[in-house]
């Protein structure tokens, strides 16, 4: 079962546009909404994270929105820049159990 | 503060054998979770293990296994493997899995099925 639905699959910003990733999830256990940033041959990176009680968390050219109602979040870029360029991906966490579920990542591409 | 350290990087192997998998967790970090990443499906979980127990496991078949060590080092066996069995093998630790539990990931294992 998917439980975390991430979209786009791929996108292509062009440098200083604004990059935009959604998910969804159906869990209403996750209680911890981590984003991981993945460059080629790495493993993946925690970028930034959110707890269902916060709206919105900025950290630097970094936002998470998150709407708990309709159990939605979603990954704002600012300013893209091309060392952006990577794969995002989101996820759900139950910290209770332990158990993270992830999207299947956004590919994305800031064209300079 | 070493990173999570997973060994070997790479791996080629033939159909039918088996192979094991190394994950040394940053130190302090009781929780390991294994992953299997594939371009079409993106990171699936395998299972996860907290103070040398099992504690969460994913759909994988009984081919994969996994332990872990009264030092948190675990490793992770696939015997029988199968074409479909080549991936990035990623290896993530965390302190505890609950609260303030970001999982801090290794750079994997790439395993080649021929």
């Known amino acids: 079962q998917q439980q975390v639905k991430q979209s786009p699959q791929s996108l292509i910003v062009q440098k200083g546009g604004i990059s935009i990733i959604n998910c969804a999830y159906e869990n209403t256990a996750f209680d911890y909404f981590p984003w991981y940033q993945q460059f080629p041959g790495k493993g993946p990176a925690l970028l930034i994270a959110i707890r269902p009680d916060v709206s919105e968390k900025k950290e630097g050219r970094f936002t998470i929105s998150f709407n708990k109602s309709a159990k939605q979040f979603s990954l704002h870029i600012m300013d893209s820049q091309p060392g952006d360029s990577a794969t995002y991906f989101c996820?759900?966490?139950?910290?209770?159990?332990?158990?993270?579920?992830f999207g299947d990542g956004t590919t994305l591409t800031v064209k300079p | 503060k070493a990173g999570v350290t997973q060994t070997p990087r790479y791996l080629i192997k033939t159909r039918g054998q088996q192979v094991t998998l190394s994950c040394s967790p940053i130190s302090g970090h009781r929780s390991v979770s294994w992953y299997q990443q594939t371009p079409g499906q993106g990171l699936q979980f395998l299972f996860e293990?907290?103070?040398?127990?099992?504690?969460n496991k994913g759909n994988f078949p009984g081919r994969f296994s996994g332990r872990q060590f009264s030092n948190s080092r675990s490793e992770m066996n696939v015997s029988t493997l199968e074409l479909g069995d080549s991936a990035l093998y990623l290896c993530?630790?965390?302190?505890?899995?609950?609260?303030?539990?970001?999982?801090?990931f290794g750079q994997g294992t790439r395993l080649t099925v021929v």
């Open positions: 996820a759900g966490l139950n910290t209770n159990a332990g158990k993270s579920t």
């Open positions: 993530a630790s965390s302190f505890q899995g609950g609260p303030n539990t970001e999982a801090f």
């Open positions: 293990y907290f103070s040398e127990t099992q504690r």
